[in-house]
């Protein structure tokens, strides 16, 4: 008190107004402003696609749309339900052989390896294969798998789509399984050895069940990836306008339609209707992707409980 | 400087010793945490090591049920004997060295699993075949946690309070029916009254298993432990940092009412760490 008194006495009362056209409130709001426009920028393309998508493709959504095959070039009636079924089987595919491998191999980067020049190229290799433009996974595939033709003498097929998604896949799951795992704390693992539970067991019935909803995510983030790839495709599943005999092992072996190739073949063709069908390819294709990575987030907020 | 004074034990047989130190010395790396220690622990009594920080008490601790193993530069000369047993020999399996030498953490660390669970993860994992219900309420009774847990066993061992969830970790430790219980600092995230249950529970553990017990609060050396060993840690000339070593080791009384070095005299008078 006798401060501000003797400060008043001296007769200055100090000025802390706000001075808008002082040169650093200026240039302040002036940046803020640019900082605003450049995020209105960014987001602008998300939006303006989605809603687009969603105009033209939501349109024309129908329940013929859903359950019947492509028509033929010149028809005007049909759907898109073969290639809805095909980018599912292909996606599940991908998910069966990158699941295991990821989710392997992030358990010996976290948990086995020790720092090794091993482990270090490991993830070194997963940064780059998680780098490398999708086309290279496809042009891989294209060559080990559909010109040798390994698959019991079959060249394009469902099982090598599945392959070359899965090659884009397994660097995320790796590296969500290395993450999770790394942030169960040490001291839960050291309890297991405590009581004498090995390594093995400690993994299979601690650490693992700790970083599952981690790891969960990962894989779903990965599929919704590797879902939605159309270059990897093209020359490995092909494309099919038929529904794929799923009920006998013939299927997978045989080329298949997906949503991706959908849109790429039917985008450009002459033909009004199937045009329209490509938009309404991407509209689900879209939905599809949407909801798995709700469904990602849904599961990480399970973690944070 | 190292003085091994355990005249009962040399004397009678050597069924009553646990655990026998013979000339260990524990390094990370090149750097030598603590060296040449001589100590036979006796069964069925409670040790405590106590000595300041950084002199490689906890280190010495973890020698003793290969906890150490983890580290990865850590290696140690000389040798543990159990029961005549070398645990660092070439064909010992330190998963079975554990099952043997359970252990309680400084941080309680219960699994995110139900505290039945907590208790029946190590006894199923060591293949016990008897009752599990009641194996589970004799280990939490011993334990003396009983009787806050015995009304939610199928709620998760992370819903309890630090202290209920350290003595959740003795008594899971207790379940596999161990030899013996390292225990590093059990208390010393813990409230007094939580510390007073787990040293009440320590006295009647001290019936059934042999406890070494690594603290930093003397009095609890004290009221808990029968033998203790006083640990220091001093620099040598050529080396890096500080040297660990054993100063002393006897009785808990002789040790804090008339030690025979002048280190432990200054230590448990609080003249210094």
């Known amino acids: ?305 | 400087m190292t003085i091994l004074q355990q005249p009962q034990a040399t004397e009678s047989h050597n069924e009553d010793v646990a655990l026998s130190l013979q000339n260990v010395t524990i390094s990370y790396g090149n750097f030598e945490a603590v060296k040449n220690v001589y100590c036979e622990i006796p069964r069925g009594k409670v040790t405590a090591f106590i000595g300041p920080s950084g002199c490689g008490k906890s280190t010495v601790l973890r020698s003793l049920n290969r906890m150490n193993d983890l580290i990865e530069s850590c290696s140690l000369r000389g040798s543990i004997l159990f029961g005549g047993v070398d645990l660092y020999g070439p064909r010992i399996d330190p998963v079975e060295v554990r099952r043997r030498i359970g252990m309680v953490f400084q941080q309680p660390n219960p699994f995110p699993k139900s505290i039945y669970d907590n208790i029946a993860f190590g006894a199923r994992i060591n293949g016990y075949a008897g009752d599990m219900d009641e194996l589970v309420e004799r280990s939490l009774r011993q334990a003396a946690v009983w009787d806050e847990c015995k009304d939610k066993l199928n709620e998760s061992g992370c819903s309890l309070s630090g202290g209920q969830q350290q003595r959740l970790c003795i008594a899971r430790t207790i379940a596999i029916q161990p030899e013996v219980i390292l225990m590093d600092e059990p208390c010393s995230a813990l409230d007094p009254i939580s510390t007073l249950k787990i040293e009440e529970t320590m006295h009647e553990l001290k019936k059934s298993f042999t406890i070494v017990i690594v603290t930093h609060n003397m009095q609890q050396a004290v009221r808990v432990s029968d033998m203790t060993a006083f640990y220091n840690a001093e620099a040598v000339e050529g080396g890096t940092g500080k040297v660990g070593y054993l100063v002393e080791f006897n009785d808990t009384d002789k040790i804090f009412n008339a030690p025979q070095q002048q280190a432990t005299q200054d230590y448990v008078s609080g003249r210094f760490g």
Do not use: C
């Not at chain 1, 392997?104 to 020790?114: D, K, P, Q, T, V």
């Open chain 1, 1 to 305: 008190m006798t401060q501000t008194l003797t400060h008043n006495q001296a007769g200055s009362v100090p000025d802390l107004s706000y001075k808008p056209f002082q040169r650093r409130n200026i240039s302040s709001g002036a940046l803020s402003f640019l900082a605003a426009l450049f995020a209105v920028i960014a987001v602008l393309p998300l939006i303006l696609v989605l809603g687009y998508v969603l105009i033209q493709g939501g349109s024309k959504i129908s329940l013929a749309l859903l359950t019947q095959l492509p028509p033929p070039p010149g028809l005007e009636e049909g759907g898109i339900a073969n290639a809805i079924v095909g980018t599912l089987v292909v996606s599940a595919i991908a998910a069966l052989i990158a699941v295991p491998v990821g989710v392997g191999g992030g358990i010996f980067l976290a948990e086995y390896s020790r720092s090794g020049w091993f482990a270090q190229f490991i993830r070194f290799g997963t940064n780059v294969l998680a780098g490398v433009p999708s086309i290279i996974a496809g042009v891989f595939i294209y060559g080990t798998i559909v010109t040798s033709r390994i698959l019991f003498g079959n060249a394009y097929s469902a099982v090598a789509g599945g392959a070359a998604l899965a090659v884009l896949m397994i660097p995320t799951v790796i590296k969500t399984t290395d993450e999770g795992l790394k942030l169960v704390p040490d001291d839960l693992r050291r309890g297991a050895l405590g009581v004498g539970a090995s390594r093995f067991i400690t993994i299979v019935r601690i650490t693992l069940p700790a970083a599952l909803t981690p790891i969960a995510t990962g894989v779903v983030l990965g599929i919704a990836r590797a879902a939605g790839e159309t270059a990897p495709l093209i020359f490995t599943a092909l494309f099919s306008p038929f529904w794929s005999d799923l009920l006998t092992p013939e299927g997978i072996f045989a080329p298949i339609a997906t949503l991706s190739v959908m849109i790429y073949n039917f985008a450009i063709m002459p033909y009004e209707f199937h045009n329209e069908l490509a938009w309404a390819a991407s509209f689900v294709l879209v939905v599809m992707i949407l909801a798995l990575n709700l469904f990602s987030r849904w599961l990480a907020r399970i973690a944070a409980k």
